[in-house]
């Protein structure tokens, strides 16, 4: 799900179905012409022969729905908090119920290995939707001494996501969610006669929410026919994750294994602010208290030509970086991207060259993240401007 450039959609290769989790959601867009792609051993849909352009435009000027392959753990029992501050870079323990938290999993050597949300949704009961990787194997390594249990509650993530998403989920509630449902809240909601876990977040950097299904005891279809008629009338349409690669990098998130991974710290990845320095004790934080605080991962901007993963960036003819994705930016008018720089410096302002890995070279500027909404006023919904 995070390396989805254009090249991408004719890049494929046939895998056994058998080998990863099926959608449970499949029923209503599988064709000859969807892609899927693997993340967190689930298949997700990565393209299903749309324009991405128009439907970008659909995302930020209404919405758009997505089947995503997120994955929750949920952890309980007893020392459930204390096992999470444990193995996270936030305090946990301290969360109240129906909140969510973005918190980072380190290596014992300091570097990223998990990214993604944390919500308290009981006393004693956390869901971590992570990112992509072998996350349940690592809790699993960890929890000696703690009297926990980490397992899968087989959630599959649908987000609605877009300036419409508000309405259209007030709608799909009968009027229970709505503006008090404020950013990184949560709670258990009744939608369509289910109730599903919903959340205001999402991976697009627009206002919007994710809805979490209860496993066997929710109906899939029924949740997703609900929640399209529910959007209809607000122009909501389902898409391919295409539309959402974009907003993504525009709103400088990240993707775990692809952007960074566990050769780089949360502060090399521009992620200090969601380490929890002064608290003791969680994995990782001795390593920690001795790196480099400079980031090495930037923004970057092309106008003549769309960047690519493992473009080179030169300042002048020595090679200073490396690009670990690029996408067009429809509201920049240009090629956009995240370059991982050798050494930190002052890069955001300068100008230097890529060269992509067809051996074409061009110019860009080295910008800082995101490239645009830096007070993320879009997804908090203080800007509803549509563009």
């Known amino acids: 799900?995070?390396?989805?450039?254009?090249?991408?959609?004719?890049?494929?290769?046939?895998?056994?179905?058998?080998?990863?989790?099926?959608?449970?959601?499949?029923?209503?867009?599988?064709?000859?012409?969807?892609?899927?792609?693997?993340?967190?051993?689930?298949?997700?849909?990565?393209?299903?022969?749309?324009?991405?352009?128009?439907?970008?435009?659909?995302l930020r000027r209404k919405a758009l729905m997505f089947d995503t392959p997120e994955k929750?753990?949920?952890?309980?029992?007893?020392?459930?908090?204390?096992?999470?501050?444990?193995?996270?870079?936030?305090?946990?323990?301290?969360?109240?119920?129906?909140?969510?938290?973005?918190?980072?999993?380190?290596?014992?050597?300091?570097?990223?290995?998990?990214?993604?949300i944390v919500f308290r949704l009981a006393g004693d009961r956390?869901?971590?939707?992570?990112?992509?990787?072998?996350?349940?194997a690592w809790f699993l390594a960890h929890s000696e001494g703690f009297d926990i249990t980490v397992s899968d509650p087989k959630?599959?993530?649908?987000?609605?996501?877009g300036p419409a998403s508000m309405e259209i989920m007030r709608a799909a509630s009968a009027g229970r969610i709505d503006e008090g449902m404020r950013y990184f809240r949560a709670g258990f909601f009744d939608l369509g006669g289910q109730e599903v876990y919903v959340s205001r977040t999402g991976f697009t950097g627009e206002l919007g929410y994710e809805i979490y299904p209860q496993g066997d005891a929710t109906d899939h279809l029924a949740l997703w026919d609900?929640?399209?008629?529910?959007?209809?009338?607000?122009?909501m349409e389902f898409s391919s994750s295409s539309p959402m690669t974009m907003r993504r990098i525009e709103a400088g998130i990240l993707g775990n294994l692809t952007d960074?991974?566990?050769?780089?710290t949360p502060f090399e990845a521009g992620l200090g602010q969601f380490v929890d320095m002064e608290r003791s004790g969680f994995v990782g934080r001795t390593a920690l208290l001795h790196a480099d605080r400079r980031p090495l991962l930037h923004g970057l901007k092309c106008s003549d030509a769309l960047p690519s993963a493992d473009s080179t960036v030169l300042d002048g003819d020595t090679p200073v970086g490396r690009m670990t994705m690029g996408?067009?930016?429809?509201?920049?008018?240009?090629?956009?991207?995240?370059?991982?720089?050798n050494e930190p410096g002052d890069w955001p302002g300068r100008s230097l060259r890529i060269r992509r890995p067809s051996g074409d070279v061009h110019p860009c500027e080295i910008v800082d993240l995101p490239f645009f909404d830096p007070e993320k006023r879009i997804v908090r919904g203080l800007d509803r401007t549509v563009p």
């Open 260 to 264: 960074m991974d566990t050769t780089m």
């Open 1 to 58: 799900m995070n390396l989805q450039e254009p090249k991408d959609r004719s890049n494929t290769v046939r895998i056994s179905g058998r080998r990863f989790e099926e959608s449970p959601f499949i029923a209503r867009y599988d064709g000859p012409e969807v892609i899927r792609g693997v993340y967190a051993g689930r298949f997700s849909p990565i393209f299903s022969g749309e324009d991405p352009i128009r439907n970008y435009w659909v």
């Open 327 to 341: 996408v067009p930016s429809p509201t920049l008018g240009c090629g956009i991207g995240y370059v991982r720089f």
């Open 226 to 235: 609900h929640l399209m008629a529910a959007g209809e009338p607000h122009g």
């Open 126 to 136: 956390f869901w971590y939707v992570q990112a992509d990787g072998p996350l349940e």
């Open 72 to 116: 929750p753990l949920e952890v309980s029992g007893p020392d459930a908090a204390a096992f999470l501050d444990k193995v996270l870079t936030r305090t946990v323990s301290t969360l109240e119920e129906g909140r969510g938290l973005y918190a980072l999993a380190c290596t014992p050597q300091g570097g990223v290995f998990m990214d993604g």
């Open 155 to 161: 959630s599959r993530v649908i987000q609605i996501q």
